[in-house]
């Protein structure tokens, strides 16, 4: 048995695990200070936090309740659009529409689970697959609100925390950051705590779980709602930060709901800081495939990516984590 | 205790149960038995409501058949699924701490817990075991202290002798009679019609969805019908 199904009990830190986790937070923390605040360096570190957050919201749903969502852009696109929408009409602060965002993304969500938590694999997979798809033609259509298929700029203001606006990158680093520590601890909440352990006890058998007692659609409803409702949220902080968004980007199935549960899978499903090995492997290795090879051949950035990820998952099919800790252990078995 | 009168399930179109009718009163220990496809395991699955069905299931004057499967537990029924079903990647304890789950987050499970480990022992030996690297029959042990967990009334076990060694089956038994002389009901649903209809007091034989044969245990034992289908005599 992996980790990813070790007691709850024995989720409690250890002292070790706690020294490297803060010594990483000081990296992370220290790192913009020493980069230029308008660099490509930074945008490509803030967007992998961003991935990272989205990828651990992803991993409520998909690693805990082991409901391998596909269509999680969906709620992204809904937390970019509501907040930017209330923003262009009303000049409503991006925290406000974010929190508008995620309810409105609550109430999607709570209204897609009735008719698709009933269903197993690939069959959720191919419906949530299909909500994302949905909200991208309505995007596209409903020009009148939400400027269709042009696209959406957030209008402009001069440097404000309370208008969420910036010239220079490293707040909304900061920000990210901020989001990617807080949707972990939300995350790590859920899974050492009781909603942690009915999930789990449903993954491994839902027959069995049910005549025990639990009630296995309220435990995966409650999952699906505070990952659908957290990655809102992220969808005003990308909203904010790249200032434009369009319906094919932020309702995208490769460039977000594929790419949130390949970042939670690659790095270590399930696994708290599965997301975040995964987003710090898979954004850096798309963006220098695209900057070494684009001008090369068409679609040679994309097949070196695409390889990379294959041989990842040949290798270790239980992602990255499992990959390091296996390596680690033969090079300390090599040591002896 | 138990009534079920008149119980009809189908997965999908094809119906596997064509009125059943059953009763466990209290502190008794019943069996149904009959060949693979009678519809045995579907008879509890009812009960416990993990699928839909047509008919009467009361239990304690309760109407059953209302109610969604996770509020079953909380009645004081504890199903031992076919095949164990124990939480693989969960310690022995933790497997047993997830069957007191419907008593509610302040309820005691010390009491419970020690009464399991002594009735147990080998559990006691190995509770921060994997449950899943059990062997098969101490994963059945875990199963049913699960079950046991709730301290229910009526305790529905579906082929616990299932893939288990003679010796161990055997050893199962005698364990299921200890809880029974508890004052625990008991409703068991067996392959293996020599061992059942030695345990238990009264008996069902299913055959192809419906019962074709009831009686005390004793007399089923002793029956040609029984002892030529099932008994091999």
Redesign the interface.
């Known amino acids: ?1 992996t980790e ?6 024995a989720a409690a830190l250890r002292p070790g695990r706690a020294v490297l986790i803060a010594a990483v937070l000081a990296v992370a923390l220290a790192v913009p200070l020493g980069l230029d605040p308008q660099g490509y360096p930074i945008r490509v570190l803030t967007l992998t936090l961003l991935f990272a957050a989205m990828g651990q919201a992803w991993n409520i749903v998909g690693g805990l309740a082991n409901q391998i969502s596909l269509g999680h852009a969906g709620f992204f696109g809904i937390g970019a659009y509501a907040s930017t929408i209330l923003l262009r009409d009303f000049g409503l602060s991006p925290w406000l529409g974010m929190l508008a965002g995620m309810a409105l993304a609550a109430l999607a969500a709570a209204a897609l689970a009735v008719p698709t938590f009933r269903l197993k694999g690939h069959y959720f997979a191919l419906v949530t697959l299909a909500f994302g798809e949905v909200m991208r033609v309505i995007a596209n259509s409903w020009s009148s609100v939400t400027g269709g298929p042009v696209g959406l700029s957030v209008p402009f203001a001069p440097d404000s925390l309370w208008m969420f606006q910036f010239g220079a990158a490293r707040p909304y680093y900061y920000i990210c950051l901020g989001a990617l520590v807080a949707v972990t601890l939300v995350f790590w909440r859920i899974k050492a705590g ?1 909603l942690g ?2 999930l ?2 449903i993954k ?2 839902a ?2 779980a ?7 659609f309220r435990a995966k409803l409650q999952a699906g709602l505070i990952s659908a409702t957290l990655t809102a949220g992220l969808g005003t902080v990308y909203a904010q930060f790249s200032y434009f968004f369009d319906p094919d980007t932020i309702f995208g199935v490769a460039t977000i709901s594929v790419r949130m549960a390949l970042i939670a899978i690659v790095g270590g499903v399930g696994l708290t800081f599965g997301p975040i090995v995964g987003a710090f492997f898979i954004i850096p290795v798309e963006e220098f495939a695209n900057a070494a090879l684009a001008g090369r051949a068409a679609g040679l950035s994309a097949f070196v990516y695409g390889a990379v990820l294959i041989a990842v998952i040949l290798l270790k099919p239980e992602g990255l984590l499992a990959l390091f800790a296996a390596l680690g252990k033969r090079w300390r078995e090599r040591r002896r | 205790m138990l009534e079920v009168e008149g119980l009809h399930a189908a997965y999908d179109r094809v119906e596997v149960l064509h009125g059943v009718s059953l009763t466990v009163g209290a502190g008794e220990f019943v069996c149904v038995i009959g060949a693979n496809t009678a519809g045995k395991s579907t008879l509890l699955r009812c009960i ?1 409501r ?1 699928i839909p069905s047509r008919g009467r299931i009361a239990f304690m004057g309760e109407d059953l058949a209302r109610l ?7 009645l004081g029924i ?2 031992v ?1 076919e095949g164990r ?7 022995v304890e ?1 497997n047993l701490r ?2 007191g ?2 008593l509610g ?1 302040r309820a005691d499970l010390e009491t419970p817990l020690e009464r399991i480990y002594a009735l147990f022992p080998r559990l006691a030996e190995r509770r921060d075991q ?1 449950a ?2 059990l062997s098969g029959g101490e994963q059945q042990m875990v199963a049913l202290g ?2 046991l967990m ?1 301290s229910p009334r009526l305790l529905v076990l579906d082929e616990p002798s299932h893939g288990l060694a003679p010796i161990v089956v055997a050893e199962l038994h005698r364990k299921l009679v200890e809880i029974h002389k508890e004052g625990v009901s008991i409703l068991l649903v067996e392959q293996n019609v020599a061992v059942s209809l030695a345990v238990a007091e009264r008996g069902y034989v299913l055959q192809s969805g419906r019962v074709v044969l009831e009686g005390r245990a004793a007399d089923l034992a002793a029956d040609d019908r029984v002892r030529e289908a099932y008994l091999g005599i």
């Not at chain 2, 969604?68 to 909380?74: C, E, T």
């Not at chain 2, 079903?85 to 310690?91: A, E, I, K, P, T």
């Open positions: 048995m990813a199904v070790a007691s709850p009990r009781a352990y009915r789990r006890a491994e058998n027959d069995a049910e005549v025990i007692g639990v009630d296995t | 416990s993990l969604p499967a996770h509020r079953v537990p909380g504890a199903h699924p079903h124990v939480f693989g990647g969960m310690s933790d997830a069957g789950y419907a987050r994997l899943g690297t699960r079950a709730l």
